[in-house]
Nanobody, 121 residues
Framework: QLVESGGGLVQAGGSLRLSCAASGRTFSSYLMGWFRQAPGKEREFVAAITQSGSVTYYTDSVKGRFTISRDNTKNTVSLQMNSLKPEDTAVYYC????????????????WGQGTQVTVSS
């Protein structure tokens, strides 16, 4: 089970930190990702981190602004979002999969319920 937190309303240029808490004893076996879905749009890949945390991946639009990290001792994955833009407004989801990195929504089999991020201009 995955539970996100940390969403909210922020002005453009501001920062938010999203967290995702996982239950179970196999968290370190999962590659973890963050996705987002804006109103009227498809869910899209944002970032992912390998099981050990040694390698990270980002979609081009967030590179240099967002940082994904994980703590396998606490079963958590986080997304630090800086320099937020109105186009970052979306529901953000954390997700997990066994295996190597994939960017497709259908490749992930564990999902949280999502947390709303709203960036005002």
């Amino acid at each position: 089970q995955l539970v996100e937190s940390g969403g909210g309303l922020v002005q453009a240029g501001g920062s938010l930190r999203l967290s995702c808490a996982a239950s179970g004893r196999t968290f370190s076996s999962y590659l973890m990702g963050w996705f987002r879905q804006a109103p009227g749009k498809e869910r899209e890949f944002v970032a992912a981190i390998t099981q050990s945390g040694s390698v990270t991946y980002y979609t081009d639009s967030v590179k240099g602004r967002f940082t994904i990290s994980r703590d396998n001792t606490k079963n958590t994955v986080s997304l630090q979002m800086n320099s937020l833009k109105p186009e970052d407004t979306a529901v953000y989801y954390c997700a997990g999969r066994i295996g190597c990195v994939r960017r497709g929504v259908q490749e992930y089999d564990s999902w949280g319920q999502g947390t709303q991020v709203t960036v005002s201009s």
